[in-house]
C-alpha cells in the first residue's frame, strides 16, 4: 500500500525527532527475515530503551538530514531497518549483536555515533559501553578508592603496634 504525502511527512517528523535525542543509531539490512523474527527483534528492542522502525530509504535521509547521523545518508540503499538508542549509547548495538547471532541473515551495515560513521565490525565495542547506571557506579568506585586506601594505611599504625604489643606479651608469658 501506498503512502500518501501527509503520512510520509508524519513518517519523517517521527524518525527525526527520534533522531534528535538519540545517543547513537545502527542500521541493519533484514532481507530473508521472517515477520515472526523481526517482531522478536522489536520485542527485544522495546524491553531495552530502542527505537526500531523500517522506513524506505529516502524518507530515512529526509528525517535524519539535520541530526548528527546525517552521516548515514549515503549507507541508506537495500532493506534497511534503524535502531535508536535512546537510554544510552550501546543499548542498540546490544539488541542488533544479540540478534545477529542468532540470525545469520541480518547483517548491520551502519552505525552512527555521535554524528561519526564507524565501521560494522565495531558493533561489539559499541555493545560493551557501559550503561549510566554502571557508568556511575564505576565512577563512585573511582572516586571511593583512595578514601578507603587512605583509611586502611591510617588504620594500619595502630594494628600493627597492638599486634606488636601482643607478641612481645606472649613472648614474656612463654619465657
Do not use: W
Request: aromatic fraction near 6%; proline fraction near 3%.
Amino acid at each position: 500500500m501506498a503512502l500518501n504525502f501527509a503520512q510520509k511527512e508524519a513518517i519523517v517528523a517521527e524518525v527525526a525527532e527520534v533522531a534528535k535525542t538519540a545517543y547513537s543509531a545502527i542500521g541493519a539490512e533484514y532481507r530473508g527475515l521472517t515477520v515472526g523474527q523481526l517482531t522478536k527483534l522489536r520485542v527485544e528492542a522495546r524491553k531495552s530503551g530502542v527505537y526500531v522502525r523500517v522506513v524506505k530509504n529516502t524518507l530515512a535521509r529526509r528525517a535524519l538530514e539535520e541530526t548528527d547521523f546525517a552521516c548515514m545518508r549515503d549507507g541508506l540503499t537495500g532493506p534497511m531497518i534503524l535502531a535508536f538508542s535512546q537510554e544510552d549509547p550501546g543499548s542498540a548495538a546490544r539488541v542488533f549483536e544479540a540478534f545477529a547471532k542468532e540470525h545469520d541473515k541480518f547483517q548491520v551495515r551502519l552505525i552512527a555515533l555521535s554524528g561519526k560513521l564507524l565501521d560494522p565490525s565495531e558493533i561489539g565495542n559499541l555493545a560493551k559501553m557501559p550503561t549510566y547506571d554502571q557508568a556511575i557506579s564505576m565512577l563512585m568506585a573511582t572516586m571511593k578508592a583512595p578514601v578507603q586506601k587512605l583509611a586502611a594505611t591510617i588504620n594500619e599504625v595502630p594494628g600493627k603496634l597492638v599486634r606488636t604489643l601482643a607478641a612481645v606479651r606472649d613472648a614474656k608469658e612463654a619465657a
